[in-house]
């Protein structure tokens, strides 16, 4: 499995981005996929996720009400549309892939441990 990343960049507080990640080499809709990102000197944190079908999504409080995550199964897409970015948003975003075994709760989500594959980061910088 290959996750390609991509959409990151430097913006104002206030603005948006979209950020878009590719999945490649096996059934994507076989997976939930999520977001996570890591500030510098900080480690990995849980942002959202969507489940297969797209049937449930979850978020960290934080960005509740400003981001939102989507997918198309069809052009094997996941995507986090940012808005209202704050400077605290500033990290790298990676996108990760999860295998869909049973029913999980949300909080199963949370933890990077459980996500079987994962793209390189892409860098959201967002100026005060």
């Known amino acids: 499995v290959q996750l390609q990343a991509s959409g990151g960049g430097l913006v104002q507080a206030g603005g948006s981005l979209r950020l878009s990640c590719i999945f490649s080499g096996r059934t994507f809709s076989n997976y939930d996929m999520g977001w996570f990102r890591q500030a510098p000197g900080k480690g990995r944190e849980f942002v959202a996720v969507?489940?297969?079908?797209?049937?449930?999504?979850y978020y960290q409080d934080s960005v509740k009400g400003r981001f939102t995550i989507s997918r198309d199964n069809a052009k094997n897409t996941v995507y986090l549309q940012m808005n209202s970015l704050k400077p605290e948003d500033t990290a790298a975003y990676y996108c990760?892939?999860?295998?869909?075994?049973?029913?999980?709760?949300?909080?199963?989500?949370?933890?990077?441990?459980?996500?079987?594959?994962w793209g390189q980061g892409t860098q959201v910088t967002v100026s005060s």
């Open positions: 990760a892939a999860d295998i869909v075994v049973g029913t999980r709760s949300g909080s199963y989500y949370y933890r990077s441990a459980v996500y079987d594959y």
């Open positions: 969507i489940t297969w079908n797209s049937g449930s999504t």
